[in-house]
């Protein structure tokens, strides 16, 4: 297994569930139509199709004794505004779920929409098992912003006016 392989667990629209091992990024294959080729617990390569995956959960642990939530996602949505910055978003699933998260704020977010053909996401709770997620396009049925979330600008202070300097000769 290569170094740059993470833990996941990667929920299907049927909302059965794998555990696996993914790349950070650069996740499909150039094939048509797209696939995951999800490095399995038991060391086989499974090929799978982007149109079955709604969603994959970069993990800390798999917790493989929790059969319905393994991904111990405790909140979807926000219970106030983050604090972190970023693209605050909603997205509602095909079933009709629905989940918030931060999208980045820089190239990241046009490197996922291109390359990865989705979008990743921190997910509202970051103390959960699950500290990064990662949607497919296929696999989003609207997508809303809810506010673009940034750092408070210093306002510039206008400088005191100065004094003229007194003439020394009169």
Known sequence: ????????????????????????????TQDVPPKL??????????????????????VRDFNLDDSINPERLTRTTFLSRPRAEGLWVRITFPGG??????????????????HDSGLFLT????RT??????????????????AVITTPSRTVKPAKPVAPQPLLFP
């Open 1 to 28: 297994m290569a170094a740059s392989r993470k833990k996941v667990i990667l929920r299907r629209l049927d909302n059965s569930h794998l555990p696996g091992y993914l790349p950070a990024n650069g996740l499909l």
């Open 37 to 58: 080729d999800l490095l399995d617990l038991t060391g086989r390569i499974l090929p799978l199709p982007v149109a079955e995956v709604k969603l994959i959960s970069y």
């Open 97 to 114: 779920d629905q989940m918030e998260g931060l999208a980045p704020l820089d190239n990241a977010l046009l490197d996922a929409l291109t």
């Open 129 to 146: 098992n699950t500290h990064r997620v990662f949607v497919p396009r296929s696999a989003i049925a609207s997508f809303q912003v809810l």
């Open 123 to 126: 997910p509202p709770d970051d």
